[in-house]
């Protein structure tokens, strides 16, 4: 943003009061955008999260705020089902909407009363996957969970020698990303213990969340032609938060030689909030290497990125058994990681995906990887938690965890707080186990 | 089909006579799909081939054969610029279009006239990739490539215990899938000998082509809903060829602990013919286990399936030089070999990719992965041909080769070959070779 953006200003207030207080994830410092419908029947749309509503964005448009407020911006991308359109605007685009919505939220708009009837109850509204996503790409960005589950794989070498060369990543299944509170069913598959050589067939007995962000990504490349890092995130609209679910037992026996498949592709959760690169401005940190790291080959390296590549952002799971729901028992926050700990930052990851001419298409969605911290208590995941399934948690209700039970119900969660800026948060991502089906056909 | 079908009778003529030479890849028995648009300027449309022409679809339907042949049949579907809605449509909608295709293109038929100038010279038109490629999976099912790229790779260990369990697989990347005959540029990236622990920012070194098949998913599944293995071929449309190009120094240094990621998505290349499933039922082999191989689990495993669920397809790779371009000489066959030969089959393929849940939508795309025969010379990459680089192969204008060079051009051919039926074969998927861009930015 320009020297003279005050979208973050910490003293700027919404005329929604929710927006104002203290610990809400969207004041109107974030406007995080979505793809919802108000209620059962209604058709779907953009929204902005503001406090405890959201915006309907072609409501907003209708009414002519937005062209009050951005003359000239074309609003045709902002009246889609999907945000597609907007996503291929580029980032001049996404600005300039960024300050309109901010003035006409802002304490003081005249457009309050129009706008406060373009208001939906986000507890009504149904989600869905916000753009269609035509490639999705999981990253490996975590350096501790890298060690910590190599770890378990490979106790002789559990950081392979290329992790501080290059951002490894898998290709992932877009068939299968789901909407947040969309439940997960235990899959079947092949099961194997570590050494063995012959699986059995059953339910997964070892099934795990990982706590993951992703991105966005809004104008793509041509194929063939690479995206520099110095350009890199003008090309991600913003990030969401991301659950890898993993059935470790069908992984750890199907992955080698060709990476995570089965094990991976039943369901992958992602938040209905993007909370856009903007926004995320007065949280960015700077990108850090040991003093015996290998340096960036020259195509991963840049001032800017040094300087503040990185994202401050706090990322929590929560876990909630069925026996805790009826209890009237509260999810319990099994641990807490920063996004900044990466090893690789974000636009590392678009500079190194299109590096060999790999095309990107608006709305594929680039995913970090379990993010996990320095400490074991900061695992991401329950295999690095439990350390492998060998050591369990303890649940409010009196039960152990070493993988997810049917019905727990894991929630992510993730916010930046920092001192001179308003706190802004991404919502939840929320799924709940259901028992497997009882024999596959 | 059912038994009165009689569109294999291999006595059965076209009136177009380029269809009835014997050499012909696309007679009357085996009316496979694309989509074309007839010239620089025309608009996309599905055709047919049929002997040296391409029926226009869309014409057939407007001229009123269609519906005469195969009345109420929807032919929206057929008017399409792409194949997905006839995709989503099923098998039982696929045969009466089949049945209805043949008999109007076969001689004597009253419809002869009007098709007639319904007919494109496919060297003037243009070809795209028929589907919307949602997801694209890349298998592992010849044995023989695995055995003997293991080999390079862990000469203690060249096949994994997993291998003959389950059919190995990677998700691939869509949004880089080529039409036949777009050029490919060879990728920069991260370099590393096998063992080393530093690589280098080159280009490749080690460019490569992989011979697959590719079958294209029609109606999908449900998340969480497997499409059992006798179901399985219900769901697939029809197969054409696919070279997985390959940056062997970029997927050494990259492809542990998550698979294979830039030295493959640079680019796939697919053929433009699709050649149904139905055209391929003469050509059905017994799906054959060793005595030592272990039975398949039940969910890979049905009668049906072992009575007939290989395909004897035989396929060849071709190559040619710029040297031997230049010099008019025609390209030299480096291998061929059958698909039959591999270890796990089609139905095994949608079978497996589903039973954890995962949903398959209309126009995935599964590939084989490379196609390699039990002999050296039946391998379906140069990896393998000379392996690992290690044996050059000698090329016409004099020069030798170990992996690709600037200016070559592969191509893939298939076809099907039986007593009692007729030749039907796959037309080609080609590409060639562009030198590395200058320097990525």
Chains 1, 2 share one sequence.
Not at 45 to 66: N, P, T, Y
Not at 89 to 104: P, V
Not at 187 to 203: I, K, N, S, V, Y
């Amino acid at each position: 943003m320009s020297p003279l953006d005050t979208t973050h200003d910490p003293a700027r207030r919404s005329w929604l009061e929710s927006a104002n207080a203290a610990n809400a994830d969207f004041p109107v410092q974030n406007l995080p955008f979505a793809v919802y419908a108000p209620d059962r029947a209604g058709d779907w749309r953009i929204g902005v999260a503001i406090g405890d509503r959201i915006l309907d964005l072609r409501a907003a448009v209708h009414c002519g705020a937005i062209g009050a407020a951005a003359p000239g911006l074309d609003t045709a991308p902002l009246c889609a089902d999907s945000l597609d359109p907007l996503l291929a605007c580029g980032h001049a685009a996404w600005r300039r909407l960024r300050l309109a919505l901010c003035g006409l939220l802002s304490a003081g708009s005249a457009w309050q009363p129009r706008l406060g009837t373009a208001l939906h109850d986000p507890a009504l509204a149904r989600f869905r996957v916000p753009a269609r996503v035509g490639d999705y790409t999981d990253f490996f960005t975590s350096i501790h969970h890298a060690a910590r589950v190599g770890e378990l794989l490979r106790p002789e070498q559990p950081l392979l020698p290329n992790y501080k060369w290059l951002p490894i990543a898998y290709h992932g299944r877009a068939s299968s990303i789901l909407i947040s509170g969309t439940p997960v069913v235990r899959p079947w598959g092949q099961l194997a213990a570590r050494g063995a050589t012959e699986p059995r067939f059953a339910p997964s007995a070892r099934l795990d969340y990982e706590l993951e962000l992703a991105a966005f990504i809004g104008p793509g490349n041509a194929l063939g032609s690479p995206i520099g890092i110095g350009q890199a995130e003008e090309h991600v609209f913003g990030l969401c938060l991301l659950n890898d679910w993993s059935a470790r037992d069908i992984q750890a026996w199907e992955y080698q030689p060709l990476g995570p498949f089965l094990g991976k592709s039943f369901g992958t959760s992602v938040s209905p909030w993007v909370v856009t690169l903007d926004a995320l401005q007065p949280f960015r940190s700077p990108w850090l290497r040991a003093p015996d790291d290998p340096a960036p080959l020259p195509y991963l390296d840049d001032p800017t990125v040094r300087r503040g590549g990185a994202l401050d952002i706090t990322l929590a799971v929560q876990l909630r058994s069925a026996a805790m729901r009826a209890a009237g028992l509260a999810a319990v926050t099994v641990s807490t990681s920063n996004a900044r700990d990466a090893y690789w930052c974000l636009a590392q990851l678009v500079a190194h995906h299109t590096v060999a001419g790999c095309n990107l298409r608006a709305g594929d969605l680039l995913a970090t990887g379990t993010q996990s911290g320095p400490l074991r208590e900061q695992s991401g995941c329950l295999l690095e938690l439990t350390q492998g399934g060998s050591k369990a948690l303890a649940l409010p209700d009196g039960s152990q965890r070493r993988f997810l039970e049917d019905g727990d119900e894991v929630t992510l969660r993730a916010w930046c707080e920092r001192g001179g800026a308003r706190r802004i948060g991404f919502g939840d991502c929320t799924g709940t186990v259901l028992p497997a089906i009882d024999t596959p056909r």
